[in-house]
């Protein structure tokens, strides 16, 4: 893999090494993790111990990501590096235990969620939780009386963020603990509909709050294939941290993360685009453990579904190394960047508007607010001193550093006839992509208008040259190349409502027909489609554009 990267590449002196950190986050596999998981389960059960109002009560924790994090935009990995680390902080505090480091869950080396990730206090499906989520009766009476006076206290500047987001007041932020969703219109209506969509409740009960359990923990093949070595490796191919086209918008296949946007509270002003890692794993990965996808889904729709699927995402305590294991992926396209002697930084003409992006709601590991902090603030990992165990990815950081010469394929641009997009590859651009081992992978880029129904779909199926009228197939088809997914519940101010466009970048398989069948001297001709994914409506989307290109 190394070579691969290293081709068309001169070498330059290697960037110095980082410091030694004071604390190192270790696979949940290893003897370390598996230690950890020890403390972590102390943790948990003294944060749920904690009563409603204190702001290490492991409920309240889930409603600083509840009211302030952000998906589908460029702050994503910052904000997240901001709340687990203050959360890794924390479960030192509760324990009386310096030694704790949150430990991270590779789904690429082990696509099932950890044995022990299944033990009383870290299931949210067992009985320390019963108390509190055993129904909706009970965590109302627990946590909104607590939820209500913290809202009283809140300060001008976090008053108008959580309008940016939609919540005026703390029932606004109920409605969306009980799924009620605004209904989009056309043309709008004076007073719009609020419905409840049991897909889009945050709160679940205790025993439906996660639909993997010890007897079946494994990812699924949809899901195993969108966390497999090929997706990681071409989302951290990438060069810049955020580029952006002439339009202003971010480049789906040229950049690291997510749409810019104006505030970590709203969505784009076009099109949401969706980097590759946090479209397809991150993404999916929340998705399927918290049911949406897992064996059985069509007997559950419409929902709700578990913890995992939605903003109170938090109250499984396996989000947490899920996102250890997304923060240790941005470490390693950090460390890639610099390698080739690339920055890992956004723009010089993006950078103070997004270092100083302002993130109100954290709470630090003694139980204080931090009123003024900003995504600076969190933006490398030495505030809270801690590096990572290696883990997958780390392949395509080169041994030496290196300054590309490599020609990145220009982008190809597709016709799109309403549902199918046609777009032609010459064969030289497909013989390097099947020749790099995953060093230069082609990148299809797809514009589609998300569906109108507040309770429609959150997952989409990408399908390549699939035979007429073929429009459900398995992860192990010819015609697969990935499903990509949608996070959380279409609220205001993060995702927006059905009928704004989405942006996402696939990474495509070597394993498609398209090239392994390719004919002696001819080009790739690829016929794209999207499609709802697992048992849903099996019409294909309209499309608006489609193009292919190379991250490089």
Known sequence: MAAAVAAGAAAVPLTPARAAAKYTRPNVTSAAGKRMLGIYARGVEAM?????DHPHNWFRNAFVHMMDCPHGNWWFYVWHRGYIGYFEQTIRTVTNDASFVLPYWDWTELPRIPDGMFDDFLTPTSAPFLPYTGSV???????????????????????????????????DVWKDILGYT???????????????????????ITGGARYLTRD???????????????????????KG?????????????????????????????????????????????????GGYGSLGEKELQPGPFGNMTNNLSPVDPVFFLHHANMDRLWDVWTRKQLAMGLSPDPSDADSDRYLNEPF?????????????????????????????????????IPKTALVSSAESLPPIHSAVAADVATVTVPRAAVQSHLAAGGAQPLVAAMTLTRPMDPAGPREFDVLVNAPEGVAEVSADSPYYAGTFALFGAPMPGMHGHGGMDLTFSVPLPQTLQAFTALAAGA????????????????????LKAVSLATPS
């Open 241 to 289: 941290f955020n580029v952006t086209n002439k339009a202003g918008d971010t480049d789906p296949v040229k950049s690291f993360t997510s749409s810019q946007t104006p505030s970590h509270h709203v969505p784009p002003p076009r099109s949401t685009v969706f980097s590759t890692l946090e479209g397809f794993p991150h993404n999916k990965v929340h998705n399927y453990i």
């Open 523 to 542: 080009d790739a001709t690829l016929k794209i489609k999207v499609v709802p994914s697992n048992g849903q409506d099996k019409k294909a989307l309209a």
């Open 360 to 396: 109100l709601f954290f709470i630090d590991g003694q139980g204080n607010p931090v009123p003024d902090g900003k995504a600076e603030d969190y933006f490398k990992t030495t505030p809270f001193e801690y590096d990572y165990e290696p883990g997958s990815g780390e392949e395509i």
């Open 216 to 238: 079946n923990p494994k990812l699924d093949g949809k899901t195993a294939a969108n966390v497999l070595l090929s997706k990681i490796l071409a989302g951290l191919s990438p």
């Open 48 to 52: 749920l111990n904690q009563p409603a």
């Open 137 to 171: 009766a009970a965590f109302t009476r627990f946590m909104k009386p607590a939820l209500t006076e913290y809202w009283k206290g809140l300060s001008a500047d976090q008053l108008t963020q959580q309008a940016k987001r939609g919540y005026n007041t703390v029932d």
């Open 182 to 204: 605004l209904i989009p219109c056309d043309p709008p209506k004076p007073v719009p509909d609020v419905v409840p969509i049991a897909q889009n409740q945050a709160f679940v």
